[in-house]
């Protein structure tokens, strides 16, 4: 069984950087797509960013774009997400996914197979 493990969360000021990692184990790291998502108080799931298996193509929801990065390291197994300029607005439970499919991940429909436990981050204004 595929296991998902984050961590990088937590409280910053508005304008700052975090970085969440989020380590695959008991999987075979280069055959899944990646991908982000959070979910804000009240609001549904929302797509953020997805990552194929190969790292070499990326997809950004509008609202992250030319502010949050993501990379994979398939040395240790784990994809990032650089987060920098937060904003409030950014304030969120924030998971990592894991499908073979990159459609999937992308937020395109589908179950995604694996998630990571969703570390808090809160953007303080």
């Known amino acids: 069984q595929v296991q998902l493990v984050q961590s990088g969360g937590g409280l910053v000021q508005a304008g700052g950087s975090l970085r969440l990692s989020c380590v695959m184990s008991r999987g075979t790291f280069s055959s899944y797509a990646m991908g982000w998502f959070r979910q804000s108080p009240g609001k549904e799931q929302e797509f953020v960013v997805a990552?194929?298996?190969?790292?070499?193509?990326?997809v950004y929801t509008d609202s992250v774009k030319g502010r949050f990065a993501t990379s994979r390291d398939k040395a240790k197994n784990t994809v990032y997400l650089q987060m920098n300029s937060l904003k409030p607005a950014d304030t969120a439970v924030y998971y990592c996914?894991?499908?073979?499919?990159?459609?999937?991940?992308?937020?395109?429909?589908?179950?995604?197979?694996?998630w990571g436990q969703g570390p808090q981050v809160t953007v303080s204004s």
């Open positions: 990552i194929d298996w190969s790292g070499g193509s990326t």
């Open positions: 996914a894991a499908d073979t499919s990159y459609r999937v991940v992308k937020g395109l429909g589908g179950r995604i197979a694996y």
